[in-house]
């Protein structure tokens, strides 16, 4: 085999299994090398059989043992690993080419880090890896000579629309463009009765539920303004939201001969997944071409800061240092998941996060020891403020 030998972090998510579905497209070009997921034994096992990696892990201990017994049954040669040693001996082994970085939160970040020290080309889905570790994993990919390519759509879309003979001085402005999720005409007051359910049904896109919820309070926009500032060396000043509902255009960028540059494309993460795979040629994807007169016409509005806080906490955040957007993103974590459990109101997501962020000192941590610490005090901050604001239950949250 000559193709390229693909690790997928997260193979079991939304983009792993788009990932999955690019590359069986092209199998002379790119084999699978490495699968992994968290808990799901079933979907992981019906993707070995599916496509015969090298690797298979499962962070849970117990799920790893449950798939090797299942894959020696089917005579399958497929080795099997656990925990996050497990998930960085695959993103950083020397038969790995590319690695996609598909695991949702935190959780991404040590094995991202592994495959960005062993010199890899690293597709970013997890962005949180980024908004918490910025300037430690820039100087890592730089130091190790790795690739960086971004798969989130709107980055995936300003790469493309940033040719490589223009100088960066000639960029004025990059449109972060963004649905405004399903909540966008709804009243303010209106938040308050929001339900997990509604939260994670996209209008445009198919995602993973943190994904989704992000989406909703576009705390997932102000990820990706901070995620956007390091991937492209700018200052958020730079970074300009963009509502839009129709998800057409992916992003602009706009330049100072007044020229500006926008991709478009169906909402689908094939596009950027291929993009980011065969850089800087291009591959079909399974994505049809854009029906321009379907569209017929795209709306633009400026974001309420009033309507999404978490827009304005995430810019207050990447303006105070890493340390923030750390607990940001720690708090943000929590935040969503208390209220995918029904603990916390929809409108308590930016409360709790801006209630953590009150008491980190601005600054940025110098080594990868203080991220983990940082993280892990914004855990704790914000678990003690859902103890203190969720205790006999006084709410009584929409069942
Ligand atoms: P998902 O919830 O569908 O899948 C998450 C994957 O991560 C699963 O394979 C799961 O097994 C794995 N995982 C979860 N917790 C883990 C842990 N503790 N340790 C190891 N693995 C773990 O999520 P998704 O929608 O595919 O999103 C994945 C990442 O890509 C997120 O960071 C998201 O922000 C980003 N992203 C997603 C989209 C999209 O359209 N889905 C678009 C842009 C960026
Ligand atoms: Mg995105």
Redesign the pocket.
Known sequence: MTGKNITIL???????INTLDVISRHPKKYQVFAL?????VEKLYQQCLATQPRYAVM?DNDAAEQLSAKLIKQGLETTVLSGVEG?ETVASHDDTDYVMA????A??LLPNLAAAKAGKRVLL????SLVMSGKLFMDTIHQHGAELLP???EHNAILQCMPKASNKSSIEKILLTASGGPFRTWQSEQLSSVTPEQAVAHPN?E?????SVDSATMMNKGLEIIEACWLFDVPEEMIQVVIHPQSVIHSMVSYNDGSVLAQLGNPD?RTPIAYSLAYPERISSGVNALDIFAVAHLDFEKPDFGHFPCLRLAYDAHRQGGNATIGLNAANEIAVEAFLQKQILFTEIPILIENVLQDIVSGTPDTLDDILIQDKVSREHSKLWLANNTKNNQRQLSS
């Open positions: 997260g193979a079991t998510g939304t983009i792993g992994t997921a968290n808990t799901n962070v998930l598909a695991i949702v939160g959780a991404g889905a997890n962005k949180e798969i989130d759509s896109w995602m993973g539920k943190k994904i993460m």
